[in-house]
């Protein structure tokens, strides 16, 4: 039998795995007549791989694997109801110290891990933010302004930021798992409550089908405290021979504190002619400031839509 | 979907998970920490909802396939993570591999009389030199009996890499064997077939009727 070229030994690797198209079969077969031999070639192979199956046989998850993946849901999904508990007792003195947000997590969080721990990551976290923004000085001097005296490069500044942080959490599944401390719905107002001390108004978000990718505290520049909320929305509806479109939206919510400027309803364009690549809107509403960042304009409609915010007829 | 039945169905891959996690890591208690946090995260609400998405690929084999996804993704984040610490695995991000592309086609030996049993142990250690990306594919191959395009779409990279990874680990075992003298006895491959001079038990030369 003569030595076959590459795609030869692919063709016989293919045939023994029966991955062969049917124009690959043609010349699989074309190639048997020739050199008869072959077949002992895709024989082998398919012992070899039956050998491989055999030796790389596990025989099945420990006994008590079964038992700690359940009990991590049960204390993933305790974390969040507890933030819900939490809140119903909206009198109580909640002392930082006390809350148990971080000894769940820490719970959660085993130390054999594949996760670093949970501290060591937020300081990351928190120093990639200063360094990718770059806007946290020059901005915290102008929080106590209105927002129409602001420059165009702190607006810039502050759009980039955000959408920084719409990206990361977007493309980065371990950012955003250290960010969002929460991933269920049922847990929003608790979460801030916490963190920015009111209820944000949310609407349709959820009716309308979104889907909550997490919300945690993040640094928006300012003086409030903010949070981040990222949300999987549909763009389209399902139906029998097509699947909903989904695009991932992120609203920040921060404590208006001293922002004046924007009258109370109004939403303004953050970022007019889209220089961060991304929609970024900002209104006020109740005390509240929100941020929407979303990746084209059909998305931010939606949102907006569920929302109830008209679209931005001006920039800031 | 509910959530408690689509993690009834989720938890019942525990085992496929588990076994896909202990060959990456090579480490039981590794592999157990990784299958947890694979459920942790694939039982997301965020998660669920992508994977909804899919469609029609929501059956048990697509969970499956979607959980080695999520097991794929953690572990080589993880593995890059470490390979800029100071103590880096250097093979995960081997660039510069000096492998050679097999260029030669398998062997057209007689497996009939082939005791593969025999050298199940020492597959089972040549297996465990390869390449984490090597050994990946082979179980997804071998053990799981998954197509290429099924094997792409978990480690996510097209199936021309697939086959490339997959001949050459291949290629790899087969040439560990003709070099083990042990597996090609325990084998019981005729040296005849292998084309090398024939030798007894002492490593004297001796004759032998080929036909």
């Given at each position: 039998m003569t030595t076959p070229s590459l795609n030869t030994a692919s063709l016989l690797r293919a045939a023994a795995d029966n991955e062969l198209t049917a124009e690959q079969n043609a010349a699989f077969q074309t190639h048997l007549k020739a050199n008869p031999k072959a077949e002992a070639c895709v024989a082998f192979e398919r012992s070899l791989r039956q050998a491989v199956s055999r030796s790389m046989h596990v025989d099945g998850a420990p006994a008590d694997l079964a038992r700690r993946v359940r009990a991590a849901l049960e204390d993933s999904r305790a974390a969040e109801r507890g933030l819900a508990d939490q809140?119903?007792?909206?009198?109580a003195d909640l002392d930082e110290s006390e809350l148990p947000l971080v000894e769940t997590i820490a719970h959660v969080t085993r130390d054999r891990s594949f996760w670093a721990s949970v501290g060591g990551r937020l300081a990351v976290a928190a120093a990639v933010l200063l360094v990718v923004s770059g806007v946290w000085y020059s901005i915290a001097q102008l929080?106590?302004?209105?927002?129409?005296?602001?420059?165009d490069v702190n607006r810039m500044q502050l759009a980039s930021f955000l959408s920084e942080q719409h990206t990361m959490c977007g493309s980065d599944p371990d950012y955003a798992s250290q960010k969002f401390t929460v991933s269920e719905i049922s847990g929003i107002e608790a979460c801030c409550q916490r963190l920015i001390e009111q209820s944000p108004r949310l609407e349709k978000l959820f009716e309308s089908g979104g889907t909550l990718v997490g919300i945690g505290e993040c640094g928006?520049?300012?003086p409030g405290k903010s949070v981040h909320m990222q949300v999987l929305m549909p763009l389209s509806k399902s139906s029998e021979n097509q699947i909903a479109t989904r695009t991932t939206v992120s609203l920040f919510i921060q404590q208006?504190?001293?922002?004046?400027?924007i009258d109370p309803e109004t939403c303004y364009s953050l970022d007019e002619g889209s220089k961060t690549g991304f929609v970024v809107d900002v209104w006020q509403r109740d005390g509240l400031i929100y941020y929407l960042v979303c990746d084209t304009e059909e998305a931010a409609s939606v949102a907006r839509s569920t929302l109830k915010v008209a679209a931005p007829n001006q920039s800031l | 979907m509910e959530r408690a039945t689509f993690e009834k169905l989720a938890l019942e891959q525990l085992d496929a998970v588990y076994r896909m996690a202990f060959h990456l890591t090579r480490n039981s208690e590794m592999a157990e920490d990784l299958v947890q946090d694979v459920f942790v995260r694939a039982l997301k609400p965020s998660a669920v909802a992508r994977f909804e998405d899919r469609g029609d690929e929501t059956g048990a084999g697509g969970i499956r396939s979607w959980l080695f996804t999520i097991c794929h993704n953690i572990f080589y984040t993880q593995a890059k993570r470490e390979s800029k610490?100071?103590?880096?695995?250097?093979?995960?991000?081997?660039?510069?591999?000096?492998?050679?592309?097999?260029?030669d086609a398998p062997p057209a030996w007689d497996v009939a009389s082939f005791d593969w049993e025999q050298v199940d142990g020492r597959l089972k250690g040549y297996i465990d030199d390869l390449r984490p990306d090597y050994r990946e594919v082979l179980m997804l191959w071998?053990?799981?009996?998954?197509?290429y395009r099924e094997i792409a779409e978990i480690v996510d990279v097209p199936i021309g890499t697939v086959m490339s990874r997959l001949h050459r680990a291949r290629k790899l075992l087969a040439d560990q064997i003709i070099q083990d003298k042990g597996a090609v006895q325990d084998l019981g491959l005729s040296r005849l077939a292998l084309g090398q001079p024939l030798r007894n038990q002492d490593g004297q030369s001796s004759q032998e009727n080929s036909s």
């Amino acid at each position: 039998m003569t030595t076959p070229s590459l795609n030869t030994a692919s063709l016989l690797r293919a045939a023994a795995d029966n991955e062969l198209t049917a124009e690959q079969n043609a010349a699989f077969q074309t190639h048997l007549k020739a050199n008869p031999k072959a077949e002992a070639c895709v024989a082998f192979e398919r012992s070899l791989r039956q050998a491989v199956s055999r030796s790389m046989h596990v025989d099945g998850a420990p006994a008590d694997l079964a038992r700690r993946v359940r009990a991590a849901l049960e204390d993933s999904r305790a974390a969040e109801r507890g933030l819900a508990d939490q809140s119903r007792d909206v009198n109580a003195d909640l002392d930082e110290s006390e809350l148990p947000l971080v000894e769940t997590i820490a719970h959660v969080t085993r130390d054999r891990s594949f996760w670093a721990s949970v501290g060591g990551r937020l300081a990351v976290a928190a120093a990639v933010l200063l360094v990718v923004s770059g806007v946290w000085y020059s901005i915290a001097q102008l929080s106590s302004g209105p927002i129409e005296s602001w420059s165009d490069v702190n607006r810039m500044q502050l759009a980039s930021f955000l959408s920084e942080q719409h990206t990361m959490c977007g493309s980065d599944p371990d950012y955003a798992s250290q960010k969002f401390t929460v991933s269920e719905i049922s847990g929003i107002e608790a979460c801030c409550q916490r963190l920015i001390e009111q209820s944000p108004r949310l609407e349709k978000l959820f009716e309308s089908g979104g889907t909550l990718v997490g919300i945690g505290e993040c640094g928006v520049p300012g003086p409030g405290k903010s949070v981040h909320m990222q949300v999987l929305m549909p763009l389209s509806k399902s139906s029998e021979n097509q699947i909903a479109t989904r695009t991932t939206v992120s609203l920040f919510i921060q404590q208006a504190m001293g922002r004046d400027g924007i009258d109370p309803e109004t939403c303004y364009s953050l970022d007019e002619g889209s220089k961060t690549g991304f929609v970024v809107d900002v209104w006020q509403r109740d005390g509240l400031i929100y941020y929407l960042v979303c990746d084209t304009e059909e998305a931010a409609s939606v949102a907006r839509s569920t929302l109830k915010v008209a679209a931005p007829n001006q920039s800031l | 979907m509910e959530r408690a039945t689509f993690e009834k169905l989720a938890l019942e891959q525990l085992d496929a998970v588990y076994r896909m996690a202990f060959h990456l890591t090579r480490n039981s208690e590794m592999a157990e920490d990784l299958v947890q946090d694979v459920f942790v995260r694939a039982l997301k609400p965020s998660a669920v909802a992508r994977f909804e998405d899919r469609g029609d690929e929501t059956g048990a084999g697509g969970i499956r396939s979607w959980l080695f996804t999520i097991c794929h993704n953690i572990f080589y984040t993880q593995a890059k993570r470490e390979s800029k610490a100071p103590s880096a695995v250097g093979e995960f991000f081997d660039q510069q591999s000096t492998e050679v592309l097999p260029d030669d086609a398998p062997p057209a030996w007689d497996v009939a009389s082939f005791d593969w049993e025999q050298v199940d142990g020492r597959l089972k250690g040549y297996i465990d030199d390869l390449r984490p990306d090597y050994r990946e594919v082979l179980m997804l191959w071998g053990v799981e009996g998954l197509k290429y395009r099924e094997i792409a779409e978990i480690v996510d990279v097209p199936i021309g890499t697939v086959m490339s990874r997959l001949h050459r680990a291949r290629k790899l075992l087969a040439d560990q064997i003709i070099q083990d003298k042990g597996a090609v006895q325990d084998l019981g491959l005729s040296r005849l077939a292998l084309g090398q001079p024939l030798r007894n038990q002492d490593g004297q030369s001796s004759q032998e009727n080929s036909s």
